[in-house]
């Protein structure tokens, strides 16, 4: 690893300030994960390093009228062992719970997960399903990105230079309303996803009025699968629905063959986790359904 110079603001204000100055030249790190793997194998070679984890406002975990408010330096293992969200907000302790070891889950970061822009991350497609808004704030003031707008290609997302992602806020859970992660790996754990799926329904009765679907590992950036959300919105529960969902979601994907599994084989998955995870998400829905984390 090449020698870097190292900066720790102490407020969010101080952060864009500094990150502003040094824009073309660095990178924040917040939890490391993905940065310091990224640096000690050379893919990235910032002159500075920003590190944010002594801003305390970053922390930020409560619920407000308005809905769910996550802070850029919530943690996996925040997310995974926090009560409200298992009660309120399960799907994202089914994915937070999947990304790597309980080692490294004490030090990823939601805002680390998200602005790595990995198609395969885990967090996203369940941020997607709950149509999360992305705060940012930058030279330029505060902006809100919605998720499903916030990736732009593979580690690639809207950021500008000098912007810094604040927190996310997602909509109040409500009782008629479901949703679930479940993805496919070799190994059930410290591996990457072939195939991720997140789905978000709210029931009007035996009725799916509304619905949100978001995939992973399956196109260049996290997917918004909205097909699959238009084949679900207004029908009733049942195997027609999830075969529309299903069929809709794998003709939006556009999935690659590499060493973890061929695209033939990826689309068979896809079929397989949007009809299992919108199951689970219409049994949470009902107030059953498996218990947060239960995932496999």
Same mark, same amino acid.
């Given at each position: ?138 030279? &330029? ?6 998720? @499903?707008?916030?990736? =732009? +290609?593979? $580690?690639?997302? /809207?950021?500008?230079? !000098? %912007? ?18 479940? &993805? ?6 410290? @591996?990457?996803?072939? =195939? +991720?799926? $997140?789905?978000? /329904?709210?029931?009007? !009765? %035996? ?90």
């Amino acid at each position: 690893m090449r020698r870097f110079g190292y900066l720790a603001p102490k407020s969010v204000s101080e952060a864009v300030s500094v990150l502003a100055e040094h824009a073309a030249v660095a990178k924040v790190i917040a939890g490391g994960t993905d940065l310091v793997v990224q640096m000690k194998d050379g893919v990235r070679r910032p002159e500075v390093v920003i590190d944010i984890t002594g801003i305390d406002e970053l922390r930020l975990l409560e619920e407000r009228d308005d809905g769910l408010h996550l802070g850029a330096l919530v943690r996996m293992g925040e997310i995974e062992t926090h009560p409200l969200i298992i009660e309120k907000y399960p799907i994202l302790v089914d994915s937070a719970k999947l990304v790597g070891s309980k080692q490294v889950r004490n030090l990823a970061t939601i805002a680390g997960n998200t602005c790595n822009a990995s198609p395969g991350a885990d967090t996203p497609p369940a941020l997607i399903a709950l149509d999360a808004q992305v705060h940012v704030l930058g030279p &330029r003031g505060p902006r809100v990105v919605p998720i @499903d707008r916030f990736f =732009v +290609g593979p $580690g690639r997302t /809207v950021l500008e230079p !000098g %912007e810094l992602v604040t927190k996310f806020v997602l909509r109040k859970a409500a009782p008629n309303e479901g949703a679930y992660y479940e &993805r496919h790996t070799p190994r059930k754990e410290l @591996d990457i996803a072939v =195939v +991720g799926v $997140g789905a978000w /329904v709210r029931l009007n !009765g %035996e009725t799916i009025e509304d619905a949100r679907i978001g995939l992973a590992a399956v196109y260049p950036t996290p997917l918004r699968a909205t097909e699959a959300e238009a084949a679900l919105r207004g029908k009733p529960f049942g195997q027609a629905a999830l075969d529309a969902a299903a069929l809709a979601a794998v003709a939006q994907a556009r999935p690659i063959s590499d060493v973890r599994g061929s695209a033939d084989f990826r689309r068979w998955l896809i079929d397989v986790l949007v009809r299992r995870a919108v199951t689970n998400a219409v049994a949470r829905a009902r107030g059953g359904g498996p218990r947060a984390g239960e995932t496999h």
